[in-house]
């Protein structure tokens, strides 16, 4: 009883890895099969598949040109040869196919979450753009700040002129009023002191 407590899988551990082919349901399922033909047409379109399957040719019509009659297996028409060609056509074809047919449907599916972002951006950008001029609607009624400081300048233009004015505020950014204020204390003599 030991010894088949021993063996039962335990529920804490995972179990191993047993290497089957095509025995369990997954390894037949058209997914498998579609993975497949992807990566059998991805070979086929590489340039060693094209090397190897020339060098295949060559290799073959040497063999049966050259060799002592013996050991030749397919004579000048190469029937076998063409018999085999085809037969990898007759393959190659339908394993292609399917693997277009996945690769459109990926750009399908790329194409709608595409289309579905861009409806999605749209739809923000359009929003920020009527939040921008409603922005724009409201700061034509509000007084920015060089507004009302164009405003105190005028004012105390005005009031200077009317002599109501004991000293001026300087601007830290208004090199004009600070000339003009060192101008002034230069001509009277004696400066105006808040």
Same mark, same amino acid.
């Given at each position: 009883?030991?010894?088949?407590?021993?063996?039962?899988?335990?529920l804490?551990?995972?179990?191993?890895a047993?290497?089957?082919? #095509?025995?369990?349901? +997954?390894? #037949?399922?058209s +997914?498998?099969?579609?993975? #497949?033909?992807?990566?059998?047409a991805?070979y086929?379109g590489?340039?060693?598949?094209? @090397?190897?399957?020339?060098?295949?040719?060559l290799?073959w019509?040497?063999?049966?040109l050259?060799a002592?009659?013996?050991?030749r297996f397919?004579d000048?028409?190469?029937?076998?040869?063409?018999?085999?060609?085809?037969? &990898?056509?007759?393959?190659?074809?339908?394993? @292609?196919l399917l693997?277009?047919?996945? &690769?459109?449907d990926? $750009?399908?599916?790329?194409?709608? &979450?595409?289309?579905?972002? $861009?409806?999605?951006?749209?739809?923000?950008?359009e929003?920020?753009t009527?939040?921008?001029?409603a922005?724009? @609607?409201?700061?034509? $009624?509000?007084a920015?700040?060089?507004?009302?400081?164009?405003?105190l300048?005028?004012?105390?233009? +005005?009031?200077? +002129?009317?002599?109501?004015v004991i000293g001026? #505020?300087q601007?830290?950014q208004?090199s $004009?009023?600070?000339?003009?204020?060192?101008?002034?204390?230069?001509?009277?003599?004696?400066?105006?002191?808040?």
């Amino acid at each position: 009883m030991a010894e088949r407590r021993d063996r039962a899988p335990r529920l804490d551990q995972p179990r191993e890895a047993k290497r089957q082919f #095509l025995t369990r349901p +997954e390894a #037949l399922s058209s +997914e498998a099969f579609g993975v #497949l033909s992807e990566k059998f047409a991805r070979y086929m379109g590489t340039a060693y598949f094209l @090397i190897g399957m020339t060098v295949f040719v060559l290799t073959w019509v040497v063999w049966n040109l050259v060799a002592p009659r013996d050991w030749r297996f397919d004579d000048y028409p190469f029937i076998f040869l063409t018999l085999m060609l085809s037969l &990898q056509a007759s393959y190659a074809a339908p394993l @292609i196919l399917l693997a277009q047919n996945r &690769q459109a449907d990926r $750009d399908r599916v790329m194409l709608e &979450q595409d289309r579905t972002r $861009d409806e999605r951006n749209l739809a923000d950008t359009e929003f920020l753009t009527r939040e921008v001029a409603a922005l724009r @609607i409201a700061m034509r $009624d509000s007084a920015t700040r060089d507004f009302v400081r164009g405003e105190l300048r005028d004012l105390l233009d +005005e009031m200077e +002129e009317r002599g109501l004015v004991i000293g001026r #505020l300087q601007d830290p950014q208004d090199s $004009d009023a600070s000339d003009t204020a060192n101008a002034r204390t230069d001509e009277g003599g004696s400066s105006r002191a808040t």
